[in-house]
């Protein structure tokens, strides 16, 4: 049974920074990519950055570029988004999430919906 187990939000300061960690069980990882999506109050879930678990590759939503940094151990099965510069409107819940990718597939899903597993979320509140 995979389990997907977030930590790490908090309330920080407009500017600080948090590191998020999602802890993965119940399988074998390295044929899968790891995503973040955050959804705030009111609004639609969106992709936030993800990484394919072999190779390392990483994928960024553009408003996070230079600021959000997601990182695999591989040893401890756990994914991490440190998220520096922090700004009032990434203010939202925070998801971590795994899909199944094929070799052959290219682009990391972006989608929430190609996702099959999800953690429960955490809460990350920055204040201007």
């Known amino acids: 049974q995979v389990q997907l187990v977030e930590s790490g939000g908090g309330l920080v300061q407009a500017g600080g920074s948090l590191r998020l960690s999602c802890a993965a069980s119940?399988?074998?990882?390295?044929?899968?990519?790891m995503g973040w999506f955050r959804q705030a109050p009111g609004k639609e879930r969106e992709f936030v950055a993800g990484i394919r678990w072999s190779g390392g590759s990483t994928y960024y939503r553009n408003s996070v570029k230079g600021r959000f940094t997601i990182s695999r151990d591989y040893a401890k099965n756990t994914v991490f988004l440190q998220m520096n510069s922090l700004k009032p409107e990434d203010t939202a819940v925070y998801y971590c999430?795994?899909?199944?990718?094929?070799?052959?597939?290219?682009?990391?899903?972006?989608?929430?919906?190609?996702?099959?597993?999800w953690g429960q979320g955490t809460q990350v509140t920055v204040s201007s």
């Open positions: 119940g399988r074998t990882f390295s044929r899968y990519a």
């Open positions: 999430a795994a899909t199944l990718m094929p070799p052959f597939m290219v682009d990391l899903p972006q989608e929430g919906a190609k996702y099959d597993y």
